[in-house]
């Protein structure tokens, strides 16, 4: 069995968000948490899943850059319907909008994952990446759910407004993935694996 390592290593979450760092605490790995300052917007033609991608590692390497010597969790989460990107709503009304369009539809979500290793020499291994897609089905659900969902729990920092770790999986009828914390925003099962490639065991 291969020993605990984790003490080792200085290991950063770079994300504000307190879902993934409360996903993150289930590992019961000690880490810090620093928000990076990046531009988040898509590029013109950039497909969902290249936006979701350099999204994580942007944020990932603009802590490491900051802390050299430390493992660097980036993750960024892009929602498409018909290839179309879906943001965070941000407003009551946009919300609306949101859930209105996905009624009774699958929404294909991005969950772009990214460690960058600062003790790495080698620069082929210093970063790892991954993209996990989750498809969620939505109920057909009436506009009075939907308002009366919105006034609950006001989800709008949430892309596709509804959070299925809450009161949001009300609205959903089915979720297909092969990461369960994946559409949460930080799918753990593919960031064990990442993490024991740079020596660090949650056991």
């Keep these: 069995m291969p020993s605990n390592k984790s003490h080792l290593h200085h290991l950063i979450l770079a994300s504000g968000s307190t879902y993934r760092r409360e996903l993150l605490q289930r590992l019961r790995i000690p880490f810090d948490v620093f928000a990076p300052d990046i531009d988040e917007t898509p590029y013109s033609g950039e497909a969902p899943q290249e936006t979701a991608l350099r999204l994580a590692q942007a944020k990932a390497e603009a802590i490491g850059k900051q802390y050299p010597d430390a493992v660097v969790i980036g993750s960024d989460q892009v929602a498409t319907l018909d290839n179309e990107q879906i943001g965070k709503p941000h407003t009551h009304e946009n919300a609306f909008l949101q859930l209105q369009k996905m009624r009774g539809r699958s929404v294909i979500f991005h969950t772009a994952l990214c460690v960058w290793n600062g003790l790495e020499k080698n620069p082929d291994k210093k970063v790892q ?9 939505f109920r057909n659900s009436s506009d009075y759910e939907f308002e009366a969902y919105l006034r609950a729990e006001q989800p709008y920092d949430c892309a596709g407004s ?7 999986i009300i609205l959903l009828e089915k979720i297909e993935s092969t990461d369960p914390t994946a559409l949460t925003g930080l ?17």
Excluded: D, H, S, W
């Excluded at 990446?129 to 969620?136: F, G, L, P, W, Y």
């Design 162 to 168: 509804a959070r299925n770790e809450a009161l949001g």
């Design 129 to 137: 990446k991954a993209n996990v897609q989750t498809i969620v089905t």
């Design 187 to 203: 799918p753990l099962i593919t960031l064990t694996t990442m993490l024991r490639q740079c020596g660090i065991f949650p056991v």
